[in-house]
Structure formats: C-alpha cells, structure tokens
C-alpha cells in the first residue's frame, strides 16, 4: 500500500466516524427528554462534549479531500478537470440542501415554511468547496506558497474576528442570504467561522502533499498533530489573555471569553492523530464505504429524522420524549438503518439512475403525445370559449 492511498484511507475512515457520530448525535439531542439532560452528569456531560468535535472534523476532513484530489491532478486552473466537478459538486450541495428543507405537501397548498430559508451543514460545505476553488484559481499561477497561506490565513481570519462578525445582524441582506453569516433567523450553520475548518483542512491536505515522500512522514504528523491540538485545547485561550495583557487589544480578551473554535480545532488535531496512529487498521472495505457516502447517508437519515418533503419524521411525533435507554437504543438502530440503506443506494446508484432516466424518458414522450393529441380539444375548447366571451360581452355593452 502505498503512501498516498493510506492517508486517503485514514480520512475516509474519520470521515465514515464523523457521519455516525453525527446520526446518533442528532437522534439523541433531538428526542432525549429535558429531564435527562443534566449537564452535571458526567456520561452526558462527556456525550456532549464529543458531539461538539464531530461538525469540525466533518469540515476539515471535507476540505482535506477536496483539496488534495484538486491538487494531485498536474494540469492547473480551469484546465483541472476537478474544479469543474468541484463548482458542480458545490451547486448540489446547495440544491440538495435546500430540498431536503422543502415540505411539498405545504408547497402544494402554495405554501413555503421559513425553514427552507435556513442554512445547515450541506449548504456551508457545498460553498466551502466553492471558496476553495475560488482560492486555488487565485493562487494557481503565483507561487506555490500562495495558496495555503491564503487557505491558512482565511481560518485565522474567520477565527480570530468571530466575536465581532458574531454581532453583526446582515440585517442590510435579505433573509435568505443573511442566513448564510448570522443564526439570528435559525439557521443551524453559517459560512463564517465554519468554512474556516475547511481551508485548515485544505492547508493540511497541501503540506501532506507535498511531503508525501518523506519518509517519517506519519510520526512526524502525528507529533505536531498531538501538540498543536493539545497546545490549543489547554493553552489558547490563557494565550489570548497574555496577548490581551500584553498588547491591550479587546479583541483578544474577547476571544477566550468564548474559545470554542481554537478548541475545537484543538480537538480536530487529535482526532487526526488518533486515526493516523490506528490508519492500518482502517483499511476494512466496509469502512472505507462509508467514507464515501457521507451524502447519501445524510440525505437519509434527514428525510427520517426529520420528515424532509413530508415533514412526517421522528422528530415530529417523538421530539424531547424519550428515556436515556430508549433514545441510545434508538440510535444505534438509527445508524445501523441509515448506514445500510445508504451502501444499498450506492451499490445500485447507476441502476436506479438508468430507471429513472428512462422513467423521466417515458414521461416526456408521453406528455408530448398527450398535447398533441389533446391539441384540436384545446383548440376546439379555446374557440368556443373565445365566441362565449364575445356574446357576454355584446350583451354587457
């Protein structure tokens, strides 16, 4: 095995941990009763704590993926035939985003529920994904370095200025683009601090790339991974107090009042240790299948969970109800679930779409033979409709 299909293995595998902590994370916070939620309790206080790593990880391994597939490829710019799958890969992730938070049985009644307006988790990557493209095309024919200081620099910039953007209200944006950089309307994620996960994911996906033939490549990474990730979650947030004292900018006072980004990458770096530690373990085909089908596992465990194009889910008729065992049993049904009917997707994906195509084929030289044939009715139907009109309207005068 070489060294590059092994780093792709290790981050598919943190990817596929990403996806099920985050299908169990949403079943029990979204169904476990209040009571229960007792944030002195260690077991809780724990589950909580590792729920909060899970949406950081997932954007960084994101962005690592991307970027490292869209640096591999020898042609640059637009002749880079993974920026055009990338701009149509960030465009579905929109559009699916905004399915999954369509209701159609209110669409027919001509009704739009405010959700839909919001931003989650798909929107946010799908416009990461757009972002980073947007830096690499920027970058592509200046020097070499340009591109992951610019991916660095965005994430110390989202990262270090979030108490003050976090203020702002994007009231001047209509609702549905302030969305995107405020949570003051519901939106679950916005683009700023979150992409800023992935262009750190996009920095570590260059500096793996480029050292991809040193040949103590792995400890290496792993050591700074360890102590960069220690060293922000224990140390960066007495380390703004120092720079605040030190230099009497606000801003970083500001900052360790609520550390929860530079701790969480903190916690990002680990998790990137522990899977580079364990990565020749992480070579199970099943594993690695889950890795790759973080879309349709979140589709589906969407449209179940929370009742997407119907609104009939489990979030509708069980939501805050349920016991700790009920509700831990629940997920590991949930994930098992979720999982199985993503892989079973996948594994017939090109079938299902051939069907549906000549499905889609079908209606289409139906419809054009119903209009032809119902042509002289309408025709017919207009006329006498036409001449009705005409006699109502005599008499009216």
Same mark, same amino acid.
């Given at each position: 095995?070489?060294?590059?299909?092994?780093?792709?293995?290790?981050?598919?595998?943190?990817?596929?941990?990403?996806?099920?902590?985050?299908?169990?994370?949403?079943?029990?916070?979204?169904?476990?009763?209040?009571?229960?939620?007792?944030?002195?309790?260690?077991?809780?206080?724990?589950?909580?704590?590792?729920?909060?790593?899970?949406?950081?990880?997932?954007?960084?391994?994101?962005?690592?993926?991307?970027?490292?597939?869209?640096?591999?490829?020898?042609?640059?710019?637009?002749?880079?035939?993974?920026?055009?799958?990338?701009?149509?890969?960030?465009?579905?992730?929109?559009?699916?985003?905004?399915?999954?938070?369509?209701?159609?049985?209110?669409?027919?009644?001509?009704?739009?529920?405010?959700?839909?307006?919001?931003?989650?988790?798909?929107?946010?990557?799908?416009?990461?994904?757009?972002?980073?493209?947007?830096?690499?095309?920027?970058?592509?024919?200046?020097?070499?370095?340009?591109?992951?200081?610019?991916?660095?620099?965005?994430?110390?910039?989202?990262?270090?200025?979030?108490?003050?953007?976090?203020?702002?209200?994007?009231?001047?944006?209509?609702?549905? %683009?302030?969305?995107?950089?405020?949570?003051?309307?519901?939106?679950?994620?916005?683009?700023?601090?979150? =992409?800023?996960?992935?262009?750190?994911?996009?920095?570590?996906?260059?500096?793996?790339?480029?050292?991809?033939?040193?040949?103590?490549?792995?400890?290496?990474?792993?050591?700074?991974?360890?102590?960069?990730?220690?060293?922000?979650?224990?140390?960066?947030?007495?380390?703004?107090?120092?720079?605040?004292?030190?230099?009497?900018?606000?801003?970083?006072?500001?900052?360790?009042?609520?550390?929860?980004?530079?701790?969480?990458?903190?916690?990002?770096?680990?998790?990137?240790?522990?899977?580079?530690?364990?990565?020749?373990?992480?070579?199970?085909?099943?594993?690695?299948?889950?890795?790759?089908?973080?879309?349709?596992?979140?589709?589906?465990?969407?449209?179940?969970?929370?009742?997407?194009?119907?609104?009939?889910?489990?979030?509708?008729?069980?939501?805050?109800? =349920?016991?700790?065992?009920?509700?831990?049993?629940?997920?590991?049904?949930?994930?098992?679930?979720?999982?199985?009917?993503?892989?079973?997707?996948?594994?017939?994906?090109?079938?299902?779409?051939?069907?549906?195509?000549?499905?889609?084929?079908?209606?289409?030289?139906?419809?054009?033979?119903?209009?032809?044939?119902?042509?002289?009715?309408?025709?017919?139907?207009?006329?006498?409709?036409?001449?009705?009109?005409?006699?109502? %309207?005599?008499?009216?005068?």
């Amino acid at each position: 095995m070489n060294s590059k299909s092994a780093r792709l293995f290790f981050i598919d595998a943190m990817r596929a941990w990403a996806i099920l902590m985050m299908l169990q994370g949403h079943f029990i916070d979204g169904l476990l009763d209040p009571v229960f939620r007792d944030r002195e309790n260690m077991v809780f206080k724990t589950w909580l704590y590792f729920r909060g790593i899970t949406a950081p990880v997932f954007f960084t391994v994101s962005g690592f993926i991307f970027t490292y597939l869209l640096i591999r490829v020898p042609r640059k710019g637009f002749d880079n035939p993974r920026v055009k799958k990338g701009i149509r890969r960030g465009l579905q992730l929109l559009l699916i985003g905004y399915l999954l938070r369509t209701n159609f049985v209110g669409l027919l009644s001509g009704h739009i529920y405010g959700s839909f307006y919001l931003v989650d988790v798909l929107h946010c990557i799908g416009l990461s994904i757009l972002a980073v493209i947007g830096v690499y095309l920027f970058a592509v024919r200046r020097k070499s370095f340009v591109f992951p200081v610019l991916l660095l620099g965005i994430t110390l910039v989202l990262f270090l200025f979030e108490p003050v953007y976090k203020q702002w209200s994007f009231g001047f944006l209509p609702e549905m %683009l302030a969305n995107y950089f405020t949570k003051a309307n519901g939106s679950v994620f916005t683009i700023i601090p979150w =992409l800023g996960y992935a262009t750190i994911g996009g920095f570590l996906a260059v500096l793996f790339t480029k050292f991809k033939d040193f040949k103590y490549l792995y400890p290496v990474a792993i050591s700074m991974a360890a102590i960069v990730g220690s060293a922000l979650i224990f140390y960066s947030s007495s380390g703004f107090v120092s720079l605040f004292r030190l230099t009497g900018i606000e801003l970083f006072y500001m900052i360790q009042s609520n550390n929860y980004l530079f701790i969480r990458l903190g916690d990002v770096f680990l998790v990137f240790a522990v899977f580079m530690i364990i990565r020749k373990f992480l070579t199970n085909p099943t594993i690695l299948k889950i890795g790759a089908s973080t879309l349709s596992i979140y589709v589906i465990h969407f449209i179940i969970l929370y009742g997407s194009f119907t609104g009939m889910g489990l979030y509708r008729f069980f939501k805050y109800s =349920l016991s700790p065992s009920v509700v831990i049993s629940g997920a590991l049904v949930f994930m098992v679930v979720c999982t199985y009917l993503a892989l079973a997707y996948n594994k017939h994906e090109a079938e299902i779409k051939s069907q549906w195509s000549h499905g889609v084929s079908i209606l289409k030289v139906k419809g054009l033979e119903l209009y032809q044939n119902g042509k002289p009715v309408l025709k017919d139907a207009s006329m006498k409709l036409k001449l009705f009109l005409n006699r109502v %309207l005599k008499t009216a005068k």
